[in-house]
């Protein structure tokens, strides 16, 4: 499950030039009187907003729970919008939200779309764009799209919303290995554990969370002489899942929010059985992205069964289990993992004084901030960096990291800072050099920016353990107009697994796919609806970077069929069972 659910019905929204309009995200119009939101009364939030008319300013903030109320002037009147401004208010409560649901708009207004804005915080903003390849610029400190007050009226609008499936605020996602109690039963005995038990044989278990978390564990065991599994019990209740004297054979576990959402991210339960003397793979309730992730991450051991849904083998009893929970609260797994190591620089910063200069090592928050050094000695790149400065309008000429020479001038503070690298031979880098830097504004971390590409970028952040939000758009970290108080810049060298393949078009693959019913096959294109189904075919061109593995386990079987690869002329099943 994504973090960000995009919210898609319960809201309507419409805009009036000669008659009200309907649409669903975005609408274009010579001319706009006014616009309105009606929000579901099933939602837990609602809107206040309001339009900025031509001529007239800013009109009175109206609410979205209200049928008959819009915001703006009626059919015919020249007092056109110029500019949207939104709240998201709790419907419970009244309080504002900047966080949880959150709306992105933006208008074009004089031949341009101008940047997105939103409710939320710069982080959570950042956050959304990133996961959602929301294209464009954000504006992280204005709550209102448009110009208002200019010659120039709004004709096209962009509305997204979403909902934040995040588990808890952060003082109960702590992130990072949980330790939860755990015990086993054996006989009549029970006996605690630490991730990993090992015995004769396991008769029972006992997992249990803490209640403060935003989640738990829904477990059950499958034991020997039953033909299913006993009841599913909760990690917040005192409670098991087994039986004295019948030893576990298969061992099932999920995870759920609070609120009953099932999960497959977020919280990663990594479980596997130890059965005839060898630990079988893991097993997990998460998406294989972020098993792998784990795996990666915590450098688990053994191999991942990525498909299966319990722990063990049936009709064999298990001699030992291991059980490890995992908090990450990334926007994704990432897309691979990040090998080499973090390097050192030399910098310096400069305080009001072209000969008052302080050494800092990674980071340094101080005020003014108005000039950067740094130095890069004995490598085959260079990083080629500048600032913008208070009162100026542009940025100072780039100098490189191999110069005895700085980027700011004396008495100016940085308001921007943009940082490149390079080969010594001149080619621009995006890959293998990776610089990760932000800036320290009004209070807060703003998010790092990089000379990398994005999944460069989400790898060092996950491998290194930084903290804070990405922003993969922007080419400098700062905001206009307003100085910096801190800066943290971070160089990574190395290599990275896993990436996308590059030559693919970036669209849905056509495959040759049919399935077997009584001893005849017959094709499909993309989904089939019909009974007994004994075999599928899936064919891909050998001219492809890539092949579909691919299985089935049919009836009266107790395991899958041997995989076979879409790039041969095989298929999955068997002709008379079902699967």
Known sequence: MARFEEIRTGILKSYLNSKWNTYNWTFSSSSITAMKFQTGADLPFYFSYRTY?????????????????????????????????????????????DKDYIVMYRAYVGGEWLPWVSNASPELMYAVASEHNIIGELDTTSGNAGKPGSDDEMTQFFIRIFKDNKLTDTDTFTGGEVNASTSYLIDSTWNSFNKQAVDAHIDGIKIQTSSNKGYYLLYKTWNEGKTG???????????????????????????????????????????????????????????????RAAQTKHRLDGTLDTAGSYAGVGGKNVEGIEVRIFEDDSNNAGAGSFEGSEAGLSMRYMANSATNWNSFNKSVMASPIDGIEIRTNGKDYYLQYKTWNEGKTGYYPAVKSTANDYA???????????????????????????????TYVEGRWLPWVSNADPEWMQNVKTQYNLDGALDVNSGYAGISGKNIEGVEIRVFEGSTLALP????????????????????????????????????????????????????????????????KSTESDYAGYPGKVY
């Open 501 to 564: 393949e590059t030559s693919l078009p970036g669209a849905e693959s056509t495959a040759t796919m049919s399935y077997l019913k009584n001893g005849t096959w017959n094709s499909f294109n993309k989904s089939v609806l019909t009974t007994g189904i004994d075999g599928v075919k899936i064919q891909t061109p050998k001219s492809k970077a890539y092949y579909l593995s691919y299985k089935t386990w049919n009836a009266g079987k107790a395991s899958f069929y041997p995989a076979v």
């Open 229 to 291: 599994y006993y009841p599913a019990v909760k990690s917040t209740e005192n409670d098991y899942a087994g039986s004295s004297g019948k030893p576990i054979q298969r061992l099932n576990i999920q995870v759920y929010k609070n609120d009953g959402t099932k999960l497959t991210s977020g919280v990663i339960v990594m479980y596997r059985a130890c059965v005839d003397g060898k630990w079988l793979p893991w097993v997990s309730n998460a998406d294989p992205e972020w098993m």
């Open 408 to 438: 700011g001038s004396p008495g100016k503070p940085i308001q921007r800072l943009s940082i490149e690298v390079y080969r010594n031979n001149g080619t621009k880098l995006t890959t293998g050099i990776v610089v990760m830097y932000r």
């Open 53 to 97: 008319n031509k001529g007239r300013g800013w009109l009175p903030y109206v609410s979205s729970k209200d049928a008959n109320e819009y915001a703006g002037y009626d059919v015919g009147d020249t007092r056109h919008v110029q500019a949207v401004g939104i709240q998201v208010i709790d419907s419970m409560t009244g309080a504002k939200l």
